[in-house]
């Protein structure tokens, strides 16, 4: 700890890790991808799709988004998406 004896230890601040953590949402996906509600939820339920439940609404944090996309995913190929 950097902390010296004049100074309270509320004034303490720790060294700063430069990590950022993002969640998404699926109204922030529709509003980014420009797709419908319908098919982001979809998306959401996807097994191999990383998403969380946080409280009730279902995350997806960003890293994982990138990740995900960064892979292509053929609609014929995975089973889920066919219909």
Avoid at 42 to 71: C, M, R
């Amino acid at each position: 700890m950097n902390i010296t004896e004049n100074k309270n230890i509320t004034e303490y601040k720790p060294e700063e890790i430069p990590v950022e953590i993002r969640f998404y949402t699926i109204a922030d996906l529709q509003e980014m991808l420009g797709w419908s509600e319908t098919t982001v939820q979809k998306l959401f339920k996807d097994p191999n799709f990383p998403s969380a439940d946080f409280g009730k609404n279902k995350v997806v944090e960003a890293h994982a988004l990138i990740e995900y996309f960064s892979t292509k995913h053929v609609k014929k190929r995975e089973r889920y998406w066919r219909t």
